[in-house]
Structure formats: C-alpha cells, structure tokens
C-alpha cells in the first residue's frame, strides 16, 4: 500500500509552460509539505498545510502556487516554468499532533525544464 | 535562524565495518526533534532514526545509533556491520518543537559500501 504518492514521478517540459505535481497520502495525517531537493542534493521545504490551511510559504517565487483540496491531497502547480526549476520535488506528510513527528516522504517527481 | 551541516560530503566503508557519519547544528531553541534520513539511489527519502532533545539516552535502531551531544549542538549517526544495502546518501535534520513540523535539512554525506 502506498503511503505517499506523487503523479507524475517524471516530467520534462519546455520553458514558459505550466505544469502540476499530484500528491496524496493515505495515512491519515493532516500535514502535508512540498520540498525542492536541487542538483547538489540539497533538500529545502517550500509549503507546509496543516488541515488545508497554509502554514510555511518560504521564500518561494510566486509562480509556485500549492492547492490542497482536502487534507489527503496537496498539489503543486508551476506557472511559467524556468530552466532554474528543474528539480526534484517530493511530497511528505505528518501527524503534527502525534508522538513522532516522523514525516513520509513521497517518491519525488523529478522536473526538467528545457 | 536554524542550520545543520555536514562536513563530509563523501565516505567510504568496507563491508561489515563501522562508520560514523557528523552533524552540528545551530538552534537557539531548547525543544526540537533531529533525524537521520537516508536517500539510496532510488530517490525514496527513508527515516533511519529519531532523536528527541529532551531524552538524554542515545537513540538505537538496530545497527544504527546516534550519539547526541546536546551542548555541542552534535548529532552523528554511527552503521555497524554496514551492509552493501546502506550505501545512499545521508541527510540529518531539524525540527523545533512545535505545530509547523519544518525540517531543516543538512548538505547531505554520500556513504559508499565497498564489498
């Protein structure tokens, strides 16, 4: 059984467009995060909702826009896509009120802008 | 603000041997979780292990353990008997105490188990 999962787990496009990432947990938690792991590997959050409420918007351009319909669901929706957004983008999700804090993670959708 | 790092960014390990991967971070705060996250070649981000800073005793999952150094702002991750399955790349992580549950991630250590 999936816990987290992402659609597509690979997207190649070309600049200017606009693209979404799916993500839907099954887990029951109600947090859910996007993160950008970079070509260096580096891994930084981007959003976090908690009960569909936006709770973390880091420095992120405008072009990113989160969408959660549900607190299963968060998606990710890319406006004019750059060359700079190539990344992989993973989903994760939580149980904030839990003893664990351990968040789960998603495959990731690796994007490449061309 | 926040930081984690890593000062390896890449180690190797024979197979059935012992390595300890470093992490410092820098926090103000009194109350935050750190986590070992490990990254293998499939890209699935996996928990290795957790550390809450209240507890004082070191955390153990199997043949990993952590050795927490709460005034030294140390977190270092040591595999046992490594095994060709736990070459991946390792992340440690923050976490504060609280309902926003943002984890603060380091560069990341490229561990490679030779046979």
């Known amino acids: 059984d999936t816990a987290v999962s992402q659609t597509p787990k690979y997207l190649v496009t070309q600049m200017g467009n606009d693209k979404s990432i799916k993500c839907e947990q099954n887990l029951g938690h109600d947090t859910m995060y996007w993160y950008k792991q970079d070509s260096k590997k580096f891994l930084k959050i981007m959003f976090s909702y908690n009960n569909k409420e936006l709770i973390i918007n880091e420095t992120v351009p405008n072009r990113f826009s989160p969408k959660s319909p549900d607190k299963a669901h968060l998606n990710l929706h890319i406006n004019s896509l750059e060359l700079g957004d190539s990344a992989v983008y993973f989903c994760a999700s939580s149980q904030t009120s839990g003893r664990t804090n351990e968040q789960f993670f998603g495959p990731g959708t690796r994007l490449t802008v061309l | 603000a926040q930081t984690v790092t890593q000062s390896q960014p890449e180690m190797s390990v024979q197979e059935a041997e012992t390595v300890t991967l470093s992490c410092t971070y820098d926090?103000?705060?009194?109350?935050?979780?750190l986590f070992w996250y490990k990254q293998p070649p499939s890209r699935q981000m996996i928990l290795v292990i957790r550390q809450e800073a209240y507890k004082q005793q070191n955390a153990t999952e199997n043949r990993f353990s952590v050795n927490f150094q709460k005034a030294a702002k140390s977190f270092s991750l040591k595999i046992s008997d490594s095994q060709l399955g736990d070459t991946a790349m390792y992340f440690c992580a923050f976490m504060k105490q609280g309902n926003t549950g943002k984890l603060i991630f380091g560069q990341g250590t490229t561990l490679q188990v030779k046979p």
């Open positions: 926090t103000s705060e009194n109350n935050y979780y």
